[in-house]
């Protein structure tokens, strides 16, 4: 069974910085790509971040040069760098991973971390 972890969230000022964890319970080998989504209150999941297994990393516009997405294979943790933050980057942020080849698609998710950035 798939197990991914988050930890790092937490409430930091405008401005400031976290480091979002995810770690996975198997090798992220396993999976095709990873990513970070978030829930803002009232709005849909949106994603923030994603890294395939082989290829560029891609952004939403809203967080391009501040937020960055990194792996550590050895570790099975997926990271998400978070700087200059802003009010409006607050939500529930949670870690994906996905299989996926032509028409199949299985997606894995993280129970969320909380991000609070108060203005």
């Known amino acids: 069974q798939v197990q991914l972890v988050e930890s790092g969230g937490g409430l930091v000022q405008a401005g400031g910085s976290l480091r979002l964890s995810c770690a996975a319970s198997?090798?992220?080998?396993?999976?095709?790509?990873m990513g970070w989504y978030r829930q803002a209150p009232g709005k849909q999941r949106e994603l923030v971040a994603a890294i395939p297994s082989g290829g560029s990393t891609n952004y939403a516009d809203s967080v391009k040069g501040r937020f960055t997405i990194s792996r550590d294979n050895a570790k099975n943790t997926v990271y998400l760098q978070m700087n200059s933050l802003k009010h409006e980057d607050t939500g529930v942020y949670y870690c994906?991973?996905?299989?996926?080849?032509?028409?199949?698609?299985?997606?894995?998710w993280g129970q969320g971390t909380q991000v609070t950035v108060s203005s």
């Open positions: 994906n991973a996905a299989v996926y080849k032509r028409e199949y698609r299985r997606d894995y």
């Open positions: 198997i090798s992220i080998f396993t999976f095709s790509g």
